[in-house]
């Protein structure tokens, strides 16, 4: 029934809704079309010349304007603590402008507030239309427009002020509270916007970690200082978008568009009643329904890049069928709002002609700069002067998991980097953990690094089945971490973003002058490709479908990054054969390593007929890798050995009794807080993957310690290539048993070549020297994008 009432409701309109969509396409088109063959002309002389500033406005004083309709009360509870806030300096002022109130606003200001100016209007002009008559009686150059329903701190206005000794300021908007403590906090001045699915998505952020001036997406309009002149060049706020909201978010991205500046300055207070005059005059549904047409309206007037205007026409009529189907829901149009639009359209066109007179830069970049990350990359001065000696760099060290402790390979790799990396650079660590109780163990980062910030964030089951995207990649992506990322680059000054596998090579955004270094652990489609024959056939199915998803995205993105660094010679060599392009970006040699010093060496006295086997079994490689080594070559070695054991080191183990009879052969250890113990104690060493990519650093770590390996030739890629000299090698069931029992016969001989593994390991694969290198080659990214000034 509700169905048939929204499908009744929306018939007329749901009947000429191609005209809906089709109409406004093609005037837009048209617009764009006269303004390119003749608004480019106009506007060539009115923009600014390349590399001039504009002026500074005068900020040691300001005008506060306060809108205001039928909102005595809010008057006679709020003005106080603005006039309060403002009495310092006879230069400040304060004006009231009455929308043609009937509540007798007006005369209550004349006579309780006669040091305030007021500005009449015969009919309520709207917040927008109220605002711009406030600027235009404003004296001062800056102006900080308050909503009537908003209470100011005491000191809230110098800061403001702060952020407009750089010219190319636009806006600085305050912290907002509201008025009530126990209310859920909806905004807090610390706005952000992201284009999602043919729309403007626009949030406010909470982030007690940023202290002082940051890049927001626009100003709040009634909690906001501006600079008068560039918002009068601007046009002020849009009657397009009347009566209410979104016409901040406009102009903050108009002045983005510019290539002006807004900021939020969090030591700026200020307390909301939220809704405390449009609340109490307007339904919620009303609300909603202006907001709806106010975004399409956005989008027509603004979006001047057509592959997003053309995503917008789509998903605007496939959300409004999506409201007939199911109901409305918030961030999605409907028919009413698309009809609504339809009827201002000449009024946006008009909008979008001034628009794209006004831009300066393109939408891709306006909705980037407001980026913590691509603020910096874009304005802050980085150059250095010619001769002037470098300075330490600055790191973010990006990791998909827990770094502490190292549970598994890549772990191992990560947090032995970063103790050598923290001494020859300043780093800075950004990692997602699963659970609150990993916290504790990753506190030991803090302790060695200049900071180290986490989300805590269980992945789930990744959305987007018929996505383009691998399902690792949507694994990670997570909106929370991509702003920390953003946020620590900026409050920290980071030079180098070295991002850990290819998942978070999504948060590799296009620098010009920050560099860009992702860590392929292991190349993603050749692990995939090699574990398809190791599946049943359902399972190989999905693997081929996300082979040929790891394909398209690898090849891709890796071009996108300023340095890839891979785990050998090998991988090198292999991605080139697909990327040749890549080679001057692609090192080997320069992250994978371990720190020998850390490893006693015992060749010797160790338990006779024991095999070791390490490595997590949530990593699938390490499953299949037991898997066949208990179902294949152990029953071949205890056939002549029946003494000898198979013990496993690693976490999440499966219940031994799924190997049936062997199992009386296994020692299930799980999780050891130190691999070294069983390192020391063993006496053979088993690596039989089958699949995968990289270097094996269970592999470094036996041989560092000084225990004999046995490996198949792909868990031995990029270490060893002859059999016997590091390791021994076999693929087939048979020769591997043989090259354990072998070895078992020969402690002598074994011992020899753990000799010979532990000194590669010194010359090619310690962690200190490697990583001494991998700072060299920061320095010299850094140098490539940050040409000195001479």
Not at 171 to 199: M, Y
Not at 556 to 565: A, F, N
Request: glycine residues 6%; contains cysteine.
């Amino acid at each position: 029934m509700q169905f048939l009432k929204r499908l009744l409701r929306s018939l007329p309109l749901l009947l000429i809704s191609p005209l809906l969509i089709l109409g406004p396409a093609l005037l837009l088109a048209l617009t764009d079309l006269l303004w390119k063959l003749f608004g480019k002309k106009i506007r060539a002389s009115a923009q600014p010349i390349p590399g001039s500033r504009p002026p500074a406005p005068g900020s040691h004083c300001a005008s506060a304007v306060i809108p205001n309709w039928n909102g005595r009360d809010l008057l006679e509870k709020y003005l106080p603590s603005v006039i309060e806030a403002l009495a310092g300096n006879a230069d400040n002022e304060i004006l009231v402008v009455d929308n043609g109130s009937t509540d007798g606003s007006a005369d209550f200001v004349r006579a309780c507030f006669p040091q305030v100016k007021l500005v009449p209007l015969a009919h309520n002009a709207g917040f927008g239309g109220g605002s711009n008559e406030g600027f235009r009686h404003a004296r001062n150059d800056i102006v900080v427009l308050l909503n009537s329903d908003m209470r100011v701190a005491p000191d809230f206005l110098a800061p403001l002020l702060e952020g407009f000794r750089d010219p190319e300021v636009f806006a600085v908007s305050c912290q907002i509270f509201f008025s009530d403590p126990h209310k859920l906090r909806e905004e807090s001045g610390l706005t952000q916007a992201w284009w999602e699915d043919g729309n403007l998505r626009v949030r406010h952020r909470i982030d007690g970690a940023i202290t002082d001036l940051y890049p927001c997406f626009y100003g709040g309009g009634g909690s906001c200082a501006f600079d008068r002149r560039k918002f009068q060049e601007l046009g002020g706020f849009d009657h397009l978008l009347r009566p209410f909201y979104m016409e901040d978010t406009d102009l903050g991205y108009l002045a983005w568009k510019r290539g002006w500046k807004v900021l939020y300055q969090p030591r700026s207070v200020v307390f909301h009643e939220h809704r405390g005059t449009i609340g109490k005059r307007f339904s919620e549904r009303q609300i909603q329904a202006v907001l709806k047409k106010n975004f399409v309206l956005f989008a027509w007037k603004n979006i001047h890049e057509w592959q997003r205007l053309a995503w917008h026409f789509f998903f605007a009529w496939a959300g409004a069928m999506l409201s007939v189907l199911f109901g409305d829901a918030l961030g999605r149009p409907n028919f009413a709002a698309l009809w609504r639009s339809f009827c201002r359209l000449p009024e946006a066109a008009r909008s979008r002609w001034r628009a794209r007179s006004l831009a300066v830069v393109s939408d891709t970049e306006a909705l980037r700069r407001p980026l913590g990350g691509y603020f910096r990359d874009r304005f802050a001065p980085l150059a250095q002067k010619a001769g002037q000696q470098p300075g330490p760099l600055r790191v973010l060290f990006v990791s998909p998991y827990p770094i502490c402790p190292p549970v598994h390979g890549g772990g191992v790799f990560m947090y032995q980097t970063l103790r050598e990396l923290a001494k020859l650079a300043e780093v800075h660590v950004v990692e997602l953990l699963e659970l609150p109780e990993q916290e504790k163990d990753n506190q030991e980062l803090r302790q060695f690094c200049a900071s180290a910030e986490w989300i805590i964030w269980h992945n789930g089951k990744p959305k987007g089945l018929g996505s383009t995207l691998p399902r690792a990649v949507r694994e990670f992506a997570n909106a929370d971490m991509e702003w920390l990322i953003h946020r620590q680059i900026y409050t920290m000054q980071i030079d180098v973003i070295q991002l850990e596998y290819l998942p978070m090579a999504q948060y590799a955004v296009q620098y010009t002058r920050l560099v860009n270094a992702l860590f392929e652990h292991d190349i993603y489609f050749q692990a995939i490709a090699r574990r398809i024959a190791h599946l049943s056939a359902l399972s190989e199915l999905k693997a081929r479908v996300e082979y040929l998803r790891a394909l398209r995205y690898e090849l891709r993105t890796l071009p996108h990054c300023d340095q890839v660094q891979v785990c050998t010679q090998a991988n090198r060599e292999y991605l080139l054969s697909f990327l040749p392009q890549l080679a001057p970006k692609l090192r080997a040699g320069m992250r994978a390593g371990i720190d020998t010093r850390r490893y006693r060496f015992n060749p010797c006295e160790r338990e006779p007929l024991t095999m070791l086997f390490v490595g997590s079994f949530r990593h699938d490689p390490n499953q299949t890798a037991v898997d066949w080594f208990v179902r294949h070559v152990l029953p071949l070695i205890l056939r002549r050995q029946p003494a000898a054991r198979l013990v496993i080191a690693g976490s999440d183990p499966p219940p031994p009794h799924i190997y049936g009879e062997a199992s009386a052969s296994i020692d299930m250890l799980g999780y050891v807080d130190d691999v070294r113990d069983p390192l020391a104690r063993y006496a053979l060493f088993v690596c039989p993957i089958l699949s995968g990519s990289g270097v094996r650093v269970k592999l470094l770590e036996a041989f560092a310690a000084g225990i004999p390996v046995v490996s198949t030739t792909i868990g031995a890629e990029g270490l060893a290539r002859k059999d016997s000299e590091f390791c021994a090698l076999a693929d087939d069931p048979a020769l591997f048993a043989e090259r354990v029992l072998a070895l078992f016969a020969d402690p002598h001989a074994a011992a020899q070549m753990a000799r010979r593994a532990r000194a590669e390991v010194e010359t090619n694969w310690d962690m200190a020297t490697i990583t001494a290198r991998l700072v060299d080659s920061y320095r010299e990214s850094v140098k490539e994008k940050r040409p000195p000034n001479v």
